[in-house]
């Protein structure tokens, strides 16, 4: 996976990793300088999650993106990678009161350490001060940051609601993902191609792949839920809470007697072992998986479309080959 640097448009492959790495670097000093407050309490709840690490992802299609200009604005780069991470922390804080979760990246979670009110009110200062920085890289980027966020929010209530009645639940879950997942992807694809010195058909081409790759990311996830025991999530997980996901919800609009007998069991309490157990191993077995897959392969081909408006540069190459990376997730 391509890796964030400094200095005009790198030359080689390994240029641009060394930029981005440099970059991310930056980006994870930023993060805990921004998430210290007034008070020691605060300050150790907002770096909570920081601290626990994660995949970086949304900074790193921002540090790669921004190789895409021959003379990237270095500082903007890096202040815009601490926004969007700081967006996506902040939103994990309110997602585990939502959730009711009991853990987050191995950690335990704010809301169980500190309780929810504590929690709610630290994704809320995350948010401001993610609103700070991006407010000093100028109105367009302070419009983009805003319009993200309230696709966030709308998303999240969406996904709380559920589908309406006559609504189809692929669809809604299809939509719920683009606005929770797809929105800040793209918008880290955006904000990197902004720093870039982008035209604005290229930055409409980087927001149309971060759309497509953010629903990869997560659909991608939807599919390791099942079929993986290997990435250090618990297999089955989001099965036993009942969280609808790609295979599920194409498996459900099956009338076929073996598919609706499958689904009602999915349905069911799987808080026991052996009911998970089945569940799993049927699923694993169905033609639905490999539909599933397939539907995830060519969202990302059509991801990889999009970028060939782009310069023809080593960090265009890293984000088509990001997009094959994601699919591997799942092959």
Known sequence: MPVAGTGAVPGSREELEAAVRARLEQVERGLLVAAEANTAL??????????????????????????LGEVPAEERLVVAAEVVELTHVASLYHDDVMD???LRRGAQSANRRWQNSVAILVGDYLFARASDLVADLGPQWVQLQARTFARLVQGQIAETVGPGEGVDPLGHHLAVLADKTGSLIATSCVFGGMAAGLPQPALDALGAYGEEIGLVFQLSDDLIDITSDTTGKEPGTDLRAGVPTLP???????????????TRLI???????????????RLRA????????????????????????LPDVPAREALAELADQLVDRVA
């Open 42 to 67: 605060v300050t150790e709840a907002a770096q909570h999650i920081i601290r626990s690490g994660g995949k970086r992802f949304r900074p790193l299609l921002v540090a790669t993106a921004g190789g």
């Open 100 to 102: 009711e979760a009991q």
């Open 248 to 262: 599920t919800l194409m498996l459900a609009a099956s009338d076929d007697p073996e598919d609706v007998d499958l």
């Open 267 to 281: 349905g069911s309490d799987l808080s026991d072992a052996g009911r998970l157990d089945e569940a799993l191993t």
């Open 286 to 309: 169905h033609p639905v998986i490999e539909r599933a897959r397939e539907h995830v392969r060519g969202r990302a081909e059509v991801a990889k479309q999009h970028l060939a408006v």
